[in-house]
């Protein structure tokens, strides 16, 4: 269902954000335009996913509940949070988001009562998605003159073009998330699955709600900034990527020195295996977090293709790492692989990157990467391991020491609040 989602999404709503954040007069034909795309997709995804089922591929049993939440691909392609996204109006994306989450959560809380009601259940998550659709709608119909649809072929096929790439990137992308799952499956037992699982679902959870979502915030600001005369990109670009090496350090020094807090308090005593494949992995979701950064400036500045190319690049290197180094270290290799393929994938980007040059990554990651060991060092020595005492004990000394060594410095805050508040 990820993967259907995806193809769905096709990279429509980025270049939706990145062409309303640059023309807000182009705003109803460019929705007209994504909605147009996107309802087709889902059209042609539903009827493919319906051929899938009829011809007897989907595993036995699934058939119902595959076509059931197949239908997810019609609320989530009228859904209109990206519009706001793009004009930076966080309210009506966070109401539609709680009240989506409100529902799901006390529907099946309160209504789901076994496993046999997992059809019930599905119907709970479409109805979710309609009111996540919904609410956007009810609030781009009052603010802007949306309907009637604008059919515009030269802009459908404009955006099309654009969108392919990022499309592309994007699944790939997805199938190189879940890659050490999947082919670990086939070389593994079902219980050193299940200890990666675990720990991959954390680093998962922090990509999709902690990465993504930034990505999605921040994209608006740079595109326009690239479009306007001047320096203020690469100056933006240069901050941001200290600040995101600032909070991935940290984040990942937290995570390594309270994981087996974590594990205990979420999935319990037994899966204490899953300890060390959280530590390891989290070096690669270190090594995903400060490549984002390229991934974000590429596609802010028109140059979508090499993203492209890159995921290509990053989705062979997941399968052959993860199927040599899985097959001779077991579960184990699964990780390193991930921080491997990761490290390749950064390095690609890095070098196409226009922006940042090695000089510039070196002078900046040395200070977070030196005092986040540094954490992780004294929280073992003191045995401080619970999430709130690193978090908060760690995070004094951590931000204390990078300011002492002037890898932190408050202009930078105020260089994004400044940009932050501004209306034009």
């Not at 460019?30 to 996107?38: A, D, E, G, P, Q």
């Not at 204490?272 to 979701?285: G, H, K, N």
Request: charged content about 10%; some cysteine; aromatic content about 14%.
């Amino acid at each position: 269902m990820l993967y259907l989602l995806r193809f769905g999404e096709l990279g429509l709503e980025v270049v939706g954000i990145r062409s309303i954040a640059r023309a807000e007069e182009m705003s109803r034909a460019t929705v007209s335009s994504v909605l147009i795309l996107r309802t087709f997709l889902a059209i042609v995804l539903f009827l493919g996913l319906a051929l899938f089922v009829a011809i007897g591929l989907a595993p036995e049993g699934t058939e119902p509940l595959l076509l059931l939440f197949g239908l997810a691909v019609f609320p989530t392609a009228v859904v209109f949070e990206w519009v706001f996204e793009a004009q930076l109006n966080v309210v009506v994306v966070s109401i539609a988001r709680i009240a989506k989450g409100l529902f799901f959560g006390f529907m099946v809380i309160f209504f789901i009562l076994d496993q046999s009601q997992i059809f019930e259940a599905a119907w709970y998550y479409l109805a979710s998605l309609c009111i996540a659709a919904i609410i956007p709608i009810i609030a781009l119909m009052r603010q802007h003159s949306v309907f009637p649809i604008l059919f515009r072929a030269k802009l459908l096929s404009s955006i099309l073009k654009e969108a392919l790439p990022i499309g592309g990137a994007t699944v790939l992308s997805q199938y190189s998330l879940f890659a050490g799952i999947v082919i670990s499956g086939y070389l593994v037992s079902q219980e050193q699955i299940g200890y990666y699982s675990a720990a991959h679902r954390l680093i998962v959870f922090v990509w999709a709600y902690g990465v993504v979502t930034s990505i999605r915030v921040i994209l608006p600001f740079i595109s326009k900034l690239f479009a306007t005369p001047g320096d203020s990109f690469t100056v933006f670009m240069n901050r941001y990527l200290r600040i995101m090496l600032i909070v991935s350090f940290f984040a990942v020094a937290v995570v390594v020195s309270a994981s087996e807090d974590i594990i205990m308090l979420l999935f319990g005593e037994s899966y204490q295996t899953s300890v060390e494949l959280l530590r390891v992995l989290s070096i690669a979701m270190l090594v995903s977090m400060i490549r984002s950064v390229v991934e974000l400036e590429l596609i802010a500045s028109n140059r979508q293709r090499l993203v492209f190319k890159g995921t290509i690049y990053l989705s062979i290197a997941y399968t052959v790492f993860t199927l040599v180094l899985v097959s001779v270290y077991g579960i184990v290799g699964a990780p390193i692989a991930a921080i491997l393929s990761e490290v390749t994938y950064a390095i690609f980007l890095f070098g196409a990157s226009p922006t940042y040059s090695l000089k510039t990554v070196t002078s900046n990651i040395w200070r977070p990467a030196c005092v986040g060991i540094g954490i992780v060092i004294t929280s073992n020595l003191l045995a401080v391991q619970s999430i709130l005492g690193v978090f908060f004990l760690g995070g004094i000394g951590y931000f204390f020491l990078l300011w002492m060594l002037g890898g932190f410095a408050p202009k930078d805050i105020v260089f994004f609040r400044e940009l932050f508040a501004r209306k034009d």
